[in-house]
């Protein structure tokens, strides 16, 4: 059963283009919502994060887009470029026995074309 | 500034022989974790360390798998007797005290199991 659904699970994009990934979420203890940047080879990287209590983030070409009432999340990527080809996950995070707990979900490799 | 370390990169190895997975932290964090990256799966937590000492292995999948962590700096993880299934990317992750939901995460060990 997954926690964190996420879509596609691939995508090609045009240099310059607009990257878009979908996650969706059902339990409502999750608290805080990363984003992890996998190259080949290389372990996942934090990318860019939020919290519940803003619908937007944004780091550069990077914006998180968060809707609460729907339980949904969205990573942007805009004027994607070839070095941005990697695998991204979406992740939710909530306390438990103590601890931040985050659950990833499956993932989405993305490549971006010249 | 090292981040965070494995070995074996990678492992081949032969079903029912006994696997060790090996994982330096990041120097101050207290907090470790085990992952297992597949395609069916994504990632899954197996194991969380706080301080040395083992909170949540719900994730782990069964009795063939142990972890220890003997002090601040190392951590392995056992696999014995292996299964083909075990086939796998597993990563080492570490955080801050009290920040779980930021991890950092290491190379990985992709390990094959014949």
């Known amino acids: 059963q997954q926690q964190v659904k996420q879509s596609p699970q691939s995508l090609i994009v045009q240099k310059g283009g607009i990257s878009i990934i979908n996650c969706a979420y059902e339990?409502?203890?999750?608290?805080?919502f990363p984003w992890y940047q996998q190259f080949p080879g290389k372990g996942p990287a934090l990318l860019i994060a939020i919290r519940p209590d803003v619908s937007e983030k944004k780091e550069g070409r990077f914006t998180i887009s968060f809707n609460k009432s729907a339980k949904q999340f969205s990573l942007h990527i805009m004027d994607s470029q070839p070095g941005d080809s990697a695998t991204y996950f979406c992740a939710a995070s909530r306390s438990s026995g103590g601890y931040q707990k985050v659950t990833f979900g499956i993932g989405t490799k993305l490549q971006v074309i010249p | 500034d090292a981040g965070v370390i494995q070995s074996p990169r990678h492992e081949v190895t032969e079903m029912g022989q006994e696997v060790t997975l090996r994982c330096k932290p990041i120097?101050?964090?207290?907090?470790l974790f085990w992952y297992r990256q597949t395609m069916m799966r994504g990632l899954e937590l197996l194991i969380y360390?706080?301080?040395?000492?083992?909170?949540?292995d719900s994730g782990m999948p069964e009795d063939r798998f142990s972890a220890k962590m003997p002090n601040a700096s190392f951590s392995t993880l056992k696999i014995q007797p292996s299964e083909p299934r075990d086939s796998a990317v597993y990563f080492c992750a570490s955080s801050v005290a009290g920040r779980s939901e930021t991890q950092y995460f290491g190379p990985g060990t992709r390990l094959l199991v014949l």
């Open positions: 339990n409502t203890a999750f608290d805080y």
């Open positions: 120097s101050g964090h207290n907090s």
């Open positions: 360390f706080n301080n040395n000492v083992p909170i949540d």
